[in-house]
């Protein structure tokens, strides 16, 4: 069995009560917004990451959406990442984070290494759930977290199994 780390740990706690769940009453701070974005970058991504501006706020349609910027950003990222502020538990927010974090690892790192191996540019707008997404599976898995294109709510719900939802 691998060593106990932060997101394992994190992964494995045990699950709010589902009414506390629906309420949506996880709701992270800045402070631990960036602490779960540094843990992730450590563990899954090898640092490779340079933490762009993350915002919160109400998001319509989804969790999570990673937006490409043509121009660097401050941080050293072309994209910023944008988070819901009210989440069913801490456990759904890493795994959203996770996932977004691997949509910045196609612009920021994927995008260079695809340039210098095939000589032209990858398009701005083609980091989606392709190859070099889902190259992060099995590194997730082993950590505890679950890559996928999207989560159904009324299956977590059900079963409370990222596998199954």
């Not at 997101?7 to 917004?33: G, W």
């Not at 706020?57 to 990222?77: D, H, I, M």
């Not at 819901?84 to 890493?94: D, E, H, L, T």
């Amino acid at each position: 069995m691998a060593r106990p780390n932060p997101v394992r740990n994190i992964m494995q706690a045990p699950l709010p009560s589902r009414t506390y769940q629906r309420r949506k009453l996880f709701r992270p701070d800045d402070a631990s917004i960036n602490y779960a974005y540094n843990i992730l970058n450590r563990y899954i991504f090898d640092r490779q990451l340079q933490q762009p501006e993350i915002f919160t706020g109400r998001l319509n349609a989804s969790w999570g959406v990673c937006t490409w910027q043509s121009q660097e950003q401050q941080s050293g990222s072309h994209c910023d990442i944008w988070l819901s502020n009210k989440w069913y538990c801490p456990q759904w927010f890493m795994n959203v984070l996770a996932h977004e974090m691997a949509h910045q690892y196609q612009w920021d790192v994927y995008r260079w290494e695809y340039q210098n191996q095939y000589g032209c540019r990858m398009y701005d707008d083609s980091a989606g759930h392709g190859p070099s997404f889902f190259m992060w599976r099995d590194r997730f898995a082993h950590y505890g977290l679950t890559l996928k294109t999207s989560f159904s709510q009324s299956r977590w719900f059900r079963h409370q199994d990222f596998l199954r939802c």
